[in-house]
């Protein structure tokens, strides 16, 4: 027990504690400036207390991803969540093992927080569109302007939207709309790894289904932000690490994919003398509940959903 | 005694005759067929057939005018309709079910690439030669058993391909194509790692990136890793 205690005082002078320093240098060369009401080295904390007990999947055996993962991905990780400003008790992130790559990825919460700090936004909103509503807009200099939105209450049906809408008000009033249709949000649910290969819809009892308008919602809010934020400021450390964190993401998957299923059984010909083999197919997802963590609970599980199809 | 021959070789056309001294076939028909019979000193007539991996042009742009001359196309369904094609010269065939073309029999596999039904194939001849052919994939789901001849795709390699998008030579999105449609150079390593390679006479690595590759490093890194012979056509 003692040993395990004195391992993980090693492995946190070597990550927590080295993210703490970078972070410190960052801010004395003015590289990073926090908000007043976020405190890195408590965000460091919440986040080490949750590093303990987040344990890898299933083909790493359940162990945790403290023993299992590099080094450098903790640190990487960690520090990626701290340059966001992010706070993982609040639920702007969660960590996740891929092999031995631990990532950070953020929710769309944390999307969010990040786009105000950046950005000074005042608010971020979304809402869903549906038939029969009434929606007005212009278009100047390419943009939409003036988004008017009209809904009688009978119109709610979540079997009947139309699209979504993201609204980003900024300090000087200045507001940027994102639209979408209801197709162009499926077709970004189509990249998800919990939909199938030629999957058009949602699945019955799908979170996408189950909860359409909330998932429409951080669907249109994702997009707002992504592009919004990579718009409005010519680069910084924020940005840089807001953009990393999709990508190392994408490269943790791929590459735990790619070591989960290649180089496998031996499949051989001899000439005129054929031998077929077959090979197991891979079972496919499952759905969840709860209105308010949905959005939440589905893009962590999304995430952690290796086995799925590439696209 | 198996002889390779790579009429052509990049996202701008995929074509390899081989032959075993009696049944010369084509892995590939990427590029047009006059290309093809410029390239073969106009020899063409004992190419017995042609096995096409997936629909994308630099892999099948000749294949219409192949079928025109005569010449057998094997494919997947998933390919075959991809391209558009039908006839009784377009040959649909089934991962792991064998068949025979002249003196080769010839297993397809399953291929990770993001089109239709994508395959590689595993070649064996009356010699005792066996031959693995495998292009636009991220991945090799299986190992293989004796082969003295691997030609595999070796597409980019992560480093060059971060500084071309940190240099803005590259897009970012390609690189998320790219993770999950064709062969890292770590990859390619990591599959001739799992793979006995005692009989490998020659390893071919196809299909280099003309931004994201680096001909020689790729050459010698594979040499100095398994110790045998490797071509970059």
């Known amino acids: 027990m003692s040993k395990n205690k004195q391992e993980l005082a090693m492995i946190k002078k070597d990550t927590v504690d080295v993210v703490a320093g970078k972070v410190k240098q960052f801010q004395e060369k003015g590289e990073l400036h926090f908000p007043t009401n976020y405190s890195p080295e408590n965000a460091m904390k919440s986040a080490w207390l949750k590093l303990q007990e987040i344990k890898t999947g299933k083909q790493d055996g359940y162990r945790p991803v403290l023993e299992v993962c590099s080094k450098d991905s903790v640190a990487n990780s960690l520090l990626n969540m701290v340059v966001q400003g992010l706070n993982p008790a609040k639920n702007q992130g969660y960590f996740i093992a891929y092999g031995h790559s631990l990532t950070f990825q953020r929710s769309y919460f944390g999307t969010m927080a990040v786009t105000k700090r950046v950005t000074g936004a005042q608010s971020i909103d979304a809402n869903v569109i549906y038939k029969g509503d009434e929606v007005d807009y212009e278009m100047k200099h390419g943009k939409i302007t003036n988004l008017t939105h009209k809904q009688k209450f009978g119109n709610i049906d979540k079997e009947k939207i139309d699209g979504a809408y993201a609204v980003i008000v900024l300090p000087n009033d200045q507001v940027y709309y994102e639209l979408m249709t209801m197709d162009e949000i499926r077709q970004a649910w189509s990249k998800s790894q919990m939909w199938g290969k030629d999957q058009k819809e949602e699945k019955k009892g799908s979170t996408h289904d189950e909860f359409k308008q909330e998932m429409a919602k951080k669907t249109v809010i994702n997009r707002a932000c992504k592009k919004f934020i990579n718009s409005s400021d010519d680069g910084s450390l924020v940005i840089d690490h807001f953009n990393q964190t999709d990508e190392s993401a994408e490269e943790a998957q791929v590459e735990e994919e790619i070591s989960n299923n290649a180089n496998g059984d031996v499949i051989d010909i001899e000439y005129n003398e054929p031998e077929p083999e077959q090979e197991p197919e891979q079972p496919s997802d499952q759905p969840d509940d709860d209105l308010e963590q949905a959005a939440m609970d589905f893009e962590q599980k999304e995430a952690q959903t290796t086995n799925g199809p590439s696209f | 005694m198996i002889e390779v021959k790579a009429l052509a070789s990049s996202s701008k056309g995929n074509c390899y005759h081989i032959t075993d001294g009696k049944t010369p076939l084509l892995l590939e028909a990427g590029i047009k067929f006059k290309e093809i019979q410029r390239k073969l000193d106009f020899q063409t007539s004992k190419i017995k057939a042609c096995l096409i991996t997936h629909e994308h042009k630099d892999h099948c742009a000749g294949v219409p005018d192949m079928l025109k001359n005569g010449k057998n196309c094997y494919m997947s369904k998933g390919t075959a309709e991809a391209i558009g094609i039908e006839g009784h010269r377009v040959k649909t065939i089934n991962a ?50 004796g082969l003295t001849h691997i030609l595999c795709e070796c597409n980019y390699s992560l480093d060059i391909l971060n500084k071309n998008i940190a240099d803005g030579r590259i897009p970012k999105m390609m690189k998320k194509r790219l993770l999950r449609s064709h062969f890292s150079l770590k990859n390619v390593k990591e599959f001739l790692e799992a793979n006995d390679l005692q009989k490998v006479r020659e390893i071919w690595l196809l299909h280099l990136s003309d931004n994201n590759s680096d001909e020689r490093r790729f050459k010698d890194e594979i040499q100095a890793l398994t110790g045998k012979p490797v071509y970059v056509p």
């Open chain 2, 96 to 145: 792991k079910e064998s068949f025979t073309v002249g003196t080769w029999t010839i297993l397809p596999f399953e291929v990770e690439h993001d089109v239709a039904e994508p395959l590689g194939f595993l070649l064996a001849n009356e010699d005792g030669d066996k031959l693995l052919f495998a292009t636009d994939t991220y991945y090799i789901r299986y190992k293989f058993k």
